[in-house]
């Protein structure tokens, strides 16, 4: 099934945090839902395996039942606005959210803005107005600790009394289906930054990634004979992992290219502001403006300050050997 990306606006302005993507329909009306949607509810910070288990359970039940099977998800995260102080971090921009889950086979994603207002909403207000109103639920696929309502005092025993109310059933997903797989958005935030990408990645079912676009950088890497494409990442909310070396992977123009990643300050050219620099193995383009997709395959080493230049070019060398040794053994 194709993705259909569906916007409700909750307020104007929602056109500044939310993707614009060509082909998306931003107005569908609700008829679309005129049969029924089997839905779930979370915010997916980086659709783990986890997720993945719940978001198959959701498109299996969609079929069967012949609903629309739709994930209902918020932007932005709650946390920004109800503790607008707190510097959260998060695995996934709001776009590669979508990207992610649209491999899944959904029939529609709905990408609610989180407000202020939003947060307010009772309970009855929040089923009646979103869930039923708005999405014609008929079954709901949730998890057996899931809150909602004002101040998040309404439980999933009170989802099913309002499914009682408004004709809809609602499938808990119980804590030993959870506990069977031992992972959450907030362990991979703990391995990211500690560079463990070997746990993120196992965690996430596939490879941890930024996406930005290259910028013009300092030149550096040209001088020691190690070019580099400097990627800008543009939401200040996206993790970065921890300072260091990695092996990464890119597609440039249909083609799969290796290379390893420095992210860090440059201390061996006594730099101070923070870098994601990506050589490329075998890949000799000019690349400034592109957006690229880098995932991270491994890491090879924290980032350090040499006495030298000549010193940090022989560990760069190393360091190359070091990579294409993994992906020959990894990755071929």
Not at 166 to 188: L, M, P, R, Y
Not at 219 to 230: D, V, W
Not at 279 to 296: C, P, R
Request: proline residues 3%.
């Amino acid at each position: 099934m194709t993705l259909k990306l569906t916007f409700f606006l909750w307020i104007i302005g929602l056109s500044l945090f939310l993707p614009k993507k060509q082909g998306l329909n931003l107005n569908a009306p609700n008829t679309k839902y005129k049969n029924g949607s089997v839905i779930t509810i979370g915010t997916f910070d980086g659709v783990h395996i986890g997720h993945q288990k719940i978001i198959k359970r959701l498109v299996k039940t969609g079929l069967e039942k012949h609903l629309k099977s739709v994930v209902l998800t918020f932007f932005p995260h709650p946390r920004m606005v109800l503790q607008p102080d707190f510097k959260l971090q998060l695995l996934h921009t709001i776009e590669e959210r979508q990207d992610i889950l649209s491999q899944f086979g959904l029939d529609d994603l709905v990408i609610k803005e989180f407000t202020k207002d939003f947060a307010n909403l009772s309970a009855y207000d929040y089923v009646k107005k979103v869930l039923v109103d708005e999405l014609n639920a008929k079954h709901i696929i949730i998890g057996y600790d899931h809150h909602f309502g004002k101040d998040r005092t309404a439980n999933i025993d009170d989802l099913k009394s309002f499914g009682k109310v408004f004709n809809f059933t609602v499938e808990e997903i119980s804590a030993q289906d959870i506990a069977d797989v031992a992972v959450s958005s907030t362990k991979i935030r703990q391995a990211l930054q500690h560079g463990d990408i070997k746990t993120t990645n196992t965690y996430l079912g596939y490879p941890y990634f930024l996406t930005g676009k290259v910028i013009k950088g300092k030149g550096l890497g040209k001088t020691i004979m190690f070019p580099t494409a400097n990627i800008a990442i543009e939401k200040s909310y996206k993790l970065i992992p921890k300072h260091g070396v990695y092996v990464v992977k890119s597609t440039i123009d249909k083609r799969t290219v290796f290379g390893m990643m420095n992210i860090g300050t440059n201390p061996t050219f006594n730099e101070t502001k923070r870098s994601i620099e990506v050589h490329f193995f075998n890949f000799d383009k000019d690349l400034y403006n592109a957006v690229l997709k880098i995932e991270i395959l491994h890491r090879l080493r924290d980032e350090q300050k040499f006495e030298s230049v000549k010193q940090l070019q022989s560990q760069l060398e190393n360091d190359k050997i070091n990579a294409l040794t993994y992906i020959k053994t990894h990755h071929e």
